[in-house]
């Protein structure tokens, strides 16, 4: 396992350089007939300069409210009003309940804020744990201020912020998972018929194993070409026959 544990000195240092001060004229979050709807956020974070500095970060620029502030995923989960956060900006490494586990019990009550997780560890298990949990969102504590107040603003508007190595963990892990195969869309009688052509049976002979009339056989082929997105019976024959080793004949 991979994990990198920045000191808390160089975290405060990176993430509270006085040099990224907002300006007043960067953009705001959204409008509601030319009016400002600023971003309501929660931090959750038990660093106490850290989490002050975050504060600060966020409630100095104009398109964000005053944040919400805890020190613990308990303290979170008994706050009143959750349900009106925009973004949770939560760190993994908690007293007591973890932040994934909290962004868990969120799912939970139905609360419909995004989540992004301010964390110094960047190891496969913490980053797929956190994103099956549901966070829409991933980033170090080594990140630069600027850089973190764009990614609430992001994830607020529907993208999933992240760096370069939690990506490459996250699109890793979706190519080990198993892949449906085409089969998988038809139903078991199409599936029965299909394999049954693939044996180069002729109509009769499948409504005669499949006790089914040959008008039945037809409407089943004309199901499966559709499905299959094909236009002769050889391009079914090698779709099943690519898929034999996941999906055989259902025949019973």
């Given at each position: 396992m991979n994990t990198t544990l920045v000191a808390p000195t160089d975290r405060v240092h990176h993430l509270l350089d006085d040099d990224m001060t907002p300006k007043a004229s960067q953009p705001l979050s959204a409008s509601t007939n030319n009016r400002a709807v600023p971003i309501r956020v929660a931090i959750v974070e038990d660093d106490a300069v850290l989490r002050r500095g975050l504060a600060g970060r966020v409630g100095g620029d104009p398109r964000f409210e005053k944040p919400m502030v805890f020190?613990?995923?308990?303290?979170?989960?008994?706050a009143p009003d959750l349900q009106s956060v925009d973004v949770f900006l939560v760190d993994i490494g908690l007293p007591?309940?973890?932040?994934?586990?909290?962004?868990?019990?969120?799912?939970?009550?139905?609360?419909?804020?995004?989540?992004?997780?301010l964390t110094n560890f960047d190891d496969d298990?913490?980053?797929?744990?956190?994103?099956?949990?549901?966070?829409?969102?991933?980033?170090?504590?080594?990140?630069r201020p600027q850089s973190l107040i764009n990614a609430l603003v992001e994830i607020h508007q529907g993208g999933a912020p992240m760096n370069g190595?939690?990506?490459r963990?996250?699109?890793?892990?979706?190519?080990?998972?198993?892949?449906?195969s085409?089969?998988?869309?038809?139903?078991?009688?199409?599936?029965?018929?299909l394999a049954l052509l693939a044996?180069?049976?002729?109509?009769?002979?499948?409504?005669?194993?499949?006790?089914?009339?040959?008008?039945?056989?037809?409407?089943?082929?004309?199901?499966?070409?559709?499905k299959l997105n094909v236009h002769k019976r050889h391009e079914a024959e090698q779709i099943y026959k690519a898929s034999m080793g996941t999906h055989g004949p259902s025949r019973t």
């Open positions: 020190a613990s995923a308990e303290e979170l989960l008994q007591g309940m973890s932040g994934i586990d909290a962004i868990s019990a969120l799912r939970r009550m139905n609360v419909q804020g995004q989540t992004l997780m298990e913490h980053v797929r744990s956190a994103v099956l949990a549901g966070a829409r969102g991933y980033l170090l504590k080594t990140i190595i939690v990506a963990i996250i699109m890793d892990y979706i190519a080990q998972l198993p892949k449906p085409a089969l998988s869309i038809l139903t078991d009688r199409e599936r029965d018929v044996e180069r049976k002729q109509y009769k002979e499948i409504a005669d194993l499949l006790f089914m009339s040959i008008e039945t056989v037809r409407t089943h082929v004309r199901g499966i070409y559709g």
